[in-house]
């Protein structure tokens, strides 16, 4: 298939936040997350570069870009005991030079990377206005805004490489990240990509379609190949893969859906088989609901298809939708259907999974954390409580029609939690009924905007005064709304207090 052609769009939120896709023949809406600098990996084997500055920040620098196969021009006045010793190591393979010199423009003369490392600002300033007038990436140390290019801190697994950065902001939370995954990636990775690179080109000889390659793939990285590697039984692993690639049939890709419940935002929600299914799909439609911080974590190469709803203003109908994850799945593609919160909880997974049943595709769901439980547990109001609530019920705050038109006398009950989704619109309806068929009108009621993430916002109150405090308080959805004595505990277990989250107005 071919590549993705992505073009801005106009939506209600940040125009750069959202880009439309053409995937085949169809053109879908996608997210993608705005990031200060592209990672990427450089080649500068045998290819000339710059260092400016002569102690032992440059002389880290210098050894960095020795390993990576540079040939490296050092310029300093003076050079530390560190880059003296490595001149008398690598001068003689004529991998590194030194200039005994202040740095003037003519260093740059055939350079393909330069980093400044001196103690002095001037110079350091005056080495990035010569690079970006040139074209060449450059690095100032500890200074990014004069840099066109930023040093990651890296785990190296040859040929494997990790790099982690903050984009400059906090390099020593960098530098923490790294050792922990220094503890996580083991140094047979090494090994095993090695060994996975001499495999490559016959792995893709033997299988035509780039589904069936990445499938062996993925089975042979995660069985007894990759075990016996890390155990250090390198010639059984070699034989254990021959024999697989010369017995693993070239059958047609078989599709399936996979229904993922993404939970109510916080990416921590997530489920480990959730984790797992996001990172081996081959196509992705989402839900407006899914955070962008959970889209993420999906894999970067994987298509994304936006199929969001807001209220009376559906991006693709709900029957587009069904349709679109059978022709898919028909395709061939492992279809990753992403649904904010549980998919079976006011998410219509029931719908599409009729649709897949009655058309012969395989599924499996996978349950997420609702909103109810999310928001619920992190505005500090359980939704059942001994001593104040005997039942919980989840109701939606409008029909497919738009009305809402709910059974009043079993929602006004006492000693019942009621928990409203998709209840902003109709908030003053839903309260004035509840009031006129039997709850007081000092019946505690709160409403959560964006549970569990950082805009979280919660307004604790009662049935007659909580739609105007919501009104004045500008919410937008998605928001939840919870009726009952649980409210009254907000105040004493709120334990998440993101940054603008509003206070509990009254009892």
């Not at 009104?471 to 105040?491: D, M, Q, S, Y």
Request: proline share 6%.
């Amino acid at each position: 298939m071919q590549a993705p052609m992505l073009q801005p769009c106009s939506r209600r939120s940040k125009p750069e936040e959202y880009f439309r896709v053409k995937y085949g023949k169809d053109s879908f809406l996608i997210q993608a997350k705005k990031v200060n600098f592209l990672p990427i990996f450089l080649d500068i084997h045998d290819r000339n570069c710059v260092v400016a500055g002569g102690g032992e920040v440059a002389a880290r620098k210098v050894a960095m870009l020795l390993r990576a196969g540079a040939r490296v021009t050092v310029v300093a006045p003076r050079l530390c005991s560190e880059l003296l010793e490595q001149l008398n190591e690598q001068s003689r393979e004529g991998k590194l030079v030194y200039r005994a010199e202040t740095f003037h423009g003519d260093h740059l003369a055939d350079a393909v990377l330069v980093i400044a490392a001196t103690d002095d600002f001037a110079v350091n300033q005056r080495i990035s206005e010569a690079a970006n007038r040139l074209r060449i990436p450059v690095n100032v140390v500890d200074n990014p805004a004069l840099c066109s290019f930023i040093m990651p801190s890296i785990v190296d697994r040859t040929p494997v490489v990790v790099a982690v950065s903050s984009g400059g902001t906090s390099p020593v939370l960098t530098r923490l990240l790294r050792a922990r995954l220094e503890t996580m990636i083991p140094t047979a990775y090494g090994r095993l990509a090695a060994y996975a690179g001499e495999f490559r080109d016959r792995v893709k000889h033997r299988f035509s379609q780039p589904a069936k390659r990445r499938r062996f793939w993925e089975r042979v990285l995660q069985g007894p190949f990759a075990e016996m590697v890390f155990a250090g039984k390198d010639q059984a692993a070699k034989a254990w893969l021959e024999h697989e690639l010369e017995n693993e049939t070239e059958e047609p890709v078989k599709g399936e859906v996979y229904l993922v419940g993404a939970g109510p935002g916080d990416p921590e929600l997530l489920t480990f088989r959730a984790m797992r299914l996001m990172q081996q799909a081959d196509v992705v439609v989402y839900d407006r609901l899914v955070s962008p911080e959970i889209l993420d974590m999906l894999r970067r190469d994987t298509p994304r298809i936006y199929a969001g709803k807001e209220r009376n203003r559906h991006t693709m109908p709900q029957e587009s939708i069904n349709d679109l994850l059978v022709r898919l799945a028909r395709e061939g593609k492992r279809v990753l259907r992403l649904k904010g919160g549980d998919p079976f909880i006011f998410g219509r997974g029931g719908e599409e999974i009729e649709t897949l049943s009655g058309n012969g595709i395989p599924f499996e769901v996978v349950p997420g954390i609702t909103a109810a439980n999310g928001a619920a547990s992190y505005a500090g109001i359980p939704l059942t409580h001994r001593d104040y609530a005997q039942s919980c019920i989840f109701v939606t705050g409008h029909l497919k029609d738009g009305s809402v038109d709910l059974d009043w006398p079993m929602l006004a009950r006492p000693k019942q939690t009621i928990v409203v989704y998709m209840g902003l619109l109709g908030l003053t309806v839903l309260c004035k009924q509840l009031i006129a068929h039997g709850l007081p009108n000092t019946t505690p009621a709160a409403i959560v905007q964006q549970g569990t993430t950082r805009k979280q916002r919660v307004l604790a109150a009662t049935l007659e005064t909580l739609p105007d405090l919501t009104a004045a308080a500008h919410l937008v959805p998605p928001t939840l709304v919870i009726v009952g004595e649980v409210v009254k505990l907000h105040r004493k277990l709120a334990w998440f207090q993101p940054e603008g989250n509003l206070p509990g107005d009254a009892e």
